[in-house]
């Protein structure tokens, strides 16, 4: 099938055309002189299936932060699965496509003043908090949010790690939130934690689950009635990656420390679902020759390339996410 709408954003393509063919098509065309992108749909369904069938008992909530396309959006909203945001702008994007706020938790432990409101104003209510000004800001913006409180429980091993940038301790911070919370009569209804972006370390997560069940215990010794355990993110999604060892471990700390079923239980999956589907063409536009030795033409020691994307655009994940990416060419 020929690519020949490039206004059009989704295209069905038969079956002797794939991702590469579809760039090669494109770039041909000469209309399309700027690096870009070509969003293979198929692999966003297919991951969604993966995760079904190998953590049949978690939710995922597709972290928005990690690619808000609209389209990503579009299908993962159709695919019935909540949403992980951030900020408001986040927010007004999954509510915009027609999810309700109930599908929606708004998992940022420092919200500036103007986006809580902004949940409340909308009804995105649940709501995670790993510090004590948190809580304070919370009970004067948004008294009746469903509070999450996010531990810490970093992975040995992971793209990124988010050390002391979120999450309280779960031994000695955890229970003081609970006793302010209680104090500020604001309704604490689970844990959640984040062991890290693209996680290496799969027994991290039994580690993690086992603190949260400590922490439910404590809130129902208090008064508390928690129902919502959040097991955040750090699921590879990259070309060759897979989900099996952590689904393995995943599942059984869920059915040694959460066996009952009034609890419900997400996760925050971004890089998951979207780290393999996108594929980026960019285009060499112009060569620079090296030399060893500036008078003689025949000392070229190397050459260099420049093409039409970079590290402030689509390549900045060079600097923050310490990925390695892998040239193809495609003549």
């Given at each position: 099938?020929?690519?020949?709408?490039?206004?059009?954003?989704?295209?069905?393509?038969?079956?002797?055309?794939?991702?590469?063919?579809?760039?090669?098509?494109?770039?041909?065309?000469?209309?399309?002189?700027?690096?870009?992108?070509?969003?293979?749909?198929?692999?966003?369904?297919?991951?969604?299936?993966?995760?079904?069938?190998?953590?049949?008992?978690?939710?995922?909530?597709?972290?928005?932060?990690?690619?808000?396309?609209?389209?990503?959006?579009?299908?993962?909203?159709?695919?019935?699965?909540?949403?992980?945001?951030?900020?408001?702008?986040?927010?007004?994007?999954?509510?915009?496509?027609?999810?309700?706020?109930?599908?929606?938790?708004?998992?940022?432990?420092?919200?500036?003043?103007?986006?809580?409101?902004?949940?409340?104003?909308?009804?995105?209510?649940?709501?995670?908090?790993?510090?004590?000004?948190?809580?304070?800001?919370?009970?004067?913006l948004h008294p009746t949010a469903k509070i999450v409180i996010r531990i810490r429980c970093d992975a040995e091993v992971a793209q990124c790690q988010l050390g002391m940038?979120?999450?309280?301790?779960?031994?000695?911070?955890?229970?003081?939130?609970?006793?302010?919370?209680?104090?500020?009569?604001?309704?604490?209804?689970?844990?959640?934690?984040?062991?890290?972006?693209?996680?290496?370390?799969?027994?991290?997560?039994?580690?993690?689950?086992?603190?949260?069940?400590?922490?439910?215990?404590?809130?129902?010794?208090?008064?508390?009635?928690?129902?919502?355990?959040?097991?955040?993110?750090?699921?590879?999604?990259?070309?060759?990656?897979?989900?099996?060892?952590?689904?393995?471990?995943?599942?059984?700390?869920?059915?040694?420390?959460?066996?009952?079923?009034?609890?419900?239980?997400?996760?925050?999956?971004?890089?998951?679902?979207?780290?393999?589907?996108?594929?980026?063409?960019?285009?060499?536009?112009?060569?620079?020759?090296?030399?060893?030795?500036?008078?003689?033409?025949?000392?070229?020691?190397?050459?260099?390339?420049?093409?039409?994307?970079?590290?402030?655009?689509?390549?900045?994940?060079?600097?923050?996410?310490?990925?390695?990416?892998?040239?193809?060419?495609?003549?």
């Amino acid at each position: 099938m020929k690519v020949t709408d490039l206004d059009e954003r989704i295209h069905v393509l038969d079956s002797s055309s794939n991702v590469m063919s579809v760039i090669k098509e494109i770039a041909e065309s000469g209309m399309q002189e700027e690096a870009f992108y070509v969003l293979d749909v198929g692999d966003i369904v297919k991951k969604h299936q993966t995760w079904k069938e190998k953590m049949p008992r978690v939710e995922p909530y597709y972290a928005v932060k990690c690619n808000d396309s609209l389209i990503v959006v579009e299908v993962l909203a159709s695919l019935g699965i909540g949403f992980d945001c951030a900020s408001k702008a986040e927010i007004n994007k999954v509510l915009g496509v027609g999810v309700d706020a109930s599908k929606i938790i708004f998992a940022n432990p420092a919200k500036p003043a103007s986006h809580i409101r902004h949940a409340a104003a909308v009804g995105v209510d649940t709501m995670t908090v790993d510090n004590e000004s948190e809580l304070y800001k919370i009970k004067k913006l948004h008294p009746t949010a469903k509070i999450v409180i996010r531990i810490r429980c970093d992975a040995e091993v992971a793209q990124c790690q988010l050390g002391m940038k979120f999450g309280c301790d779960p031994a000695f911070e955890a229970p003081n939130l609970l006793n302010l919370a209680m104090m500020l009569n604001l309704d604490v209804v689970g844990i959640s934690f984040h062991v890290g972006s693209g996680c290496q370390d799969p027994p991290v997560f039994r580690r993690a689950i086992g603190h949260a069940r400590k922490l439910f215990d404590m809130a129902k010794g208090m008064g508390y009635k928690p129902y919502l355990l959040d097991l955040g993110g750090g699921y590879p999604g990259d070309k060759g990656t897979c989900i099996a060892k952590i689904a393995d471990v995943i599942n059984s700390a869920l059915g040694e420390y959460f066996p009952e079923d009034d609890v419900h239980i997400i996760a925050e999956p971004g890089r998951f679902y979207v780290a393999s589907a996108f594929t980026l063409a960019t285009s060499i536009h112009s060569k620079r020759s090296v030399r060893s030795d500036k008078m003689s033409p025949t000392s070229v020691t190397h050459n260099m390339y420049y093409i039409n994307d970079g590290v402030y655009g689509s390549f900045n994940c060079l600097l923050y996410d310490h990925q390695h990416v892998t040239p193809i060419p495609l003549k």
